[in-house]
């Protein structure tokens, strides 16, 4: 079993469910991942999934080794066929297979490179691993996906839902953002919205920072970021780089930053980011630091995300 997608799920409510009993007692299953090495390798920078994952592999017992590979291993190389008389010195053929021998389970993040879109919408590096390497593989944010995130969305989402609606509104929004950041987070999160059954979903960005119509599918877009936020009860923000005109900021107009004003019109709505987050760009200091900011507890069920995917694959190796 790898953990690549959150449509890897058969069924999200049961294991968001499955998530909140592991995080009641985290420590019940130790004995599972005794003797077992999760190895994480890094080709970005990370706080959260570092950490969260590293936790909750050591919940269940497991040996870890984390590697960075921005400034500590050899770049690599990931064309078939390629005349290796450039930059990269390994194949990932060899660099997969000879990590698979030290490993029973290989986690990864690898950041869309933003330059190519089809190469980053291929998933070059996460597919990489998945044909050479011979031990489960788990994505910790790939090029257009970052399903431990939206994992731990669902769980956290599924604590705060007011009880008394029984269709809480879930607004993603887009915000603005010095850098050009990838589509992951918000490819994941509408992903997973749309394995939810009893939520309206709606996506708010500026007209032309469309996702991807093949993730997006029939999700409904509001281009008025007012409109979008009225009456919700979860208000998802995240800044992405433009998919049409490929990874460029096209956008950075301030209105887009989520303000109080801005979070009036919800329906007293919780507000939450993936983080790490730009204050004062994404959003204001107010909302961050409000009583309806409910990031931190978002950040903490990274473990119960990660704990639970990697307990389901220990079970089956
Ligand atoms: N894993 C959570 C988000 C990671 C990444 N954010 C960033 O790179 C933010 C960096 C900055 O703000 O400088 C992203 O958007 O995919
Ligand atoms: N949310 C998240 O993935 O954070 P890091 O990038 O710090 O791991």
Partial sequence: MNYISIKEINSLSKWVKQAIKIKKNPLKNQSLGKNKTLGMLFFNPSLRTRLSTQKAAMNLGMNVMVMNFTNEGWTLEFE??????????????????????????????????????????????????????TVPIVNMESAIRHPLQSLADAITMEEFKPRHKNKPKVVLSWAPHPKALPQAVANSFVEMMQMQKDMDFV???????????????????????????????????????????????????PNWTVTAEKMALTNNGKFMHCLPVRRNVIVSDEVLDGENSIVIEQANNRTYSAQLVLQKILKKI
């Fill in 80 to 133: 078939d066929g390629a005349v290796m008389n450039s930059g990269a010195s390994e194949h990932i053929k060899e660099a997969a297979e000879v990590v698979s021998q030290y490993c029973d389970i290989i986690a990864i993040r690898a950041f869309a490179g933003l330059v190519d879109k089809e190469k980053d919408y291929q998933e070059t590096v996460i597919s990489g691993f998945l044909k050479y390497a």
């Fill in 203 to 253: 996506i708010t960005h500026p007209e032309g920072y469309e996702l991807s119509p093949e993730i997006t599918q029939d999700c409904k877009i509001e281009y008025d970021q007012n409109k979008a936020f009225e009456n919700a009860d979860f208000v998802y923000v995240k800044n992405w780089s433009n998919f049409n005109d490929y990874g460029k900021v096209t956008n950075s107009d």
